[in-house]
């Protein structure tokens, strides 16, 4: 038990070194903070994260089992009320007198799945969405004004094309609303609307869809898996699912380095901070020791004085590590981060376990004090 003389020692001790005692407050309550914010980070990073990820691409691939089959639409409609999907139906058509390879697609959807797609000129945007527009890839339309040096490539905005199929006659007229860049296939694509492109060639179905999962790589292979039948073959873009799960441990590990790194500065300097304190009261030391108090008597004080000022630093710590973590949060994730109480109590551990090993030399030091010498004065 603690008597009321250690106590009192304990409060004199915490007012007379009050500037000292506030760097030690100081250090181990960012030590808390920053501890308290990463990990809450952590626990939550897997989520946050995912969901971020998820806006960079579709993850997942579907296609017919057979080759040379098409997804039906009766299979393509059951896919798209249980995921967000992408369909991808490829055909040769006729357009300005010459083959053309289009692409037939849901424009909403494809904007989804390619979220870097970008519209130099016109728009690819909800208001230009509907089944008279046609979008082309921007090698495609240099290609098309290539013989005119006086035709520019926003000229063509605004303008109609006719899609015909010389195999069933059928035609259709559609106007131009913009021309994209994406920087991959789409690039040299004529981009039509699923339903005006299936009726002009016949093809009442699709190549494959692309999906957006959440989850990790695991989680996507098993909804592959899930998928797949007879009729469906799926399996994860790995290049997509892989990449997130290396892109969410080298986060935690760089916020694990850098929570580790935090906690040795505060203890550098709790070490350093607790050496002056004890050196600047030598004497009173060497006068307790004299006066019959026992070296288990300074270890009492001292360590009651560390776990005091441990204890109000990590209260204030984990509240304003919360903060912190939101403030994180809502700057790179633009969501809130919710409050872990296991990253509150490893936080807790930790913090402890860095200033017991931070005050154990001084206070060790502390004991082999020359009683006579410094109560001469030497």
Not at 207 to 223: I, M, N, R
Not at 268 to 289: G, P
Request: proline share 1%; with cysteine.
């Amino acid at each position: 038990m603690v008597n009321d003389f250690v106590l009192k020692q304990l409060f004199k001790s915490l007012i007379f070194s009050y500037q000292r005692v506030f760097i030690m407050v100081l250090a181990i309550f960012l030590a808390v903070c920053v501890s308290v914010a990463f990990l809450n980070i952590y626990f939550d990073i897997d989520t946050k994260l995912s969901k971020e990820l998820k806006a960079y691409g579709a993850n997942l691939t579907i296609s017919a089992t057979k080759e040379d089959e098409l997804i039906s639409n009766e299979s393509y409609k059951k896919l798209a009320k249980e995921l967000k999907i992408t369909p991808y139906l490829y055909t040769f058509l006729n357009a300005w007198g010459q083959d053309t390879l289009v692409l037939g697609t849901d424009f909403k959807a494809l904007k989804l799945s390619k979220p870097f797609i970008e519209a130099r000129f016109g728009n690819f945007s909800l208001s230009s969405f509907d089944q008279n527009s046609a979008f082309l890839g921007i090698d495609l339309a240099a290609r098309l004004i290539s013989g005119n040096k006086q035709a520019k490539l926003e000229d063509l905005i605004g303008s109609e094309l006719e899609l015909f199929n010389p195999l069933n006659s059928k035609s259709i007229k559609l106007k131009i609303k913009g021309i994209i860049h994406s920087s991959d296939e789409l690039d040299s694509l004529l981009i039509a609307d699923l339903a005006v492109v299936q009726n002009l060639s016949g093809y009442f179905g699709i190549h494959y869809a692309q999906a957006l999962v959440d989850g990790d790589f695991k989680q996507v292979s098993e909804k592959a898996l899930q998928l797949s039948n007879d009729e469906l073959f799926a399996k994860p873009i790995s290049s997509v699912s892989l990449s997130e799960g290396l892109v969410l441990d080298k986060l935690k590990a760089l916020m694990f380095l850098i929570v580790l790194v935090v906690l040795i500065i505060a203890s550098t300097s709790v070490n350093t901070t607790l050496s002056s304190i004890i050196f600047s009261r030598k004497k009173e030391i060497a006068l307790h020791l004299a006066l019959g108090g026992s070296k288990k008597d300074i270890i009492k004080l001292f360590a009651l004085e560390c776990l005091v000022l441990t204890l109000i630093a990590c209260v204030f710590g984990v509240i304003f590590g919360y903060i912190l973590a939101n403030i994180f949060g809502y700057l790179i994730f633009n969501a809130s981060i919710d409050f872990r109480f296991k990253a509150a109590f490893f936080a807790l551990c930790i913090a402890f376990v860095f200033v017991f090993f931070a005050a154990y030399f001084p206070i060790k030091k502390a004991l082999k004090i020359n009683i006579c010498e410094n109560l001469k004065g030497e």
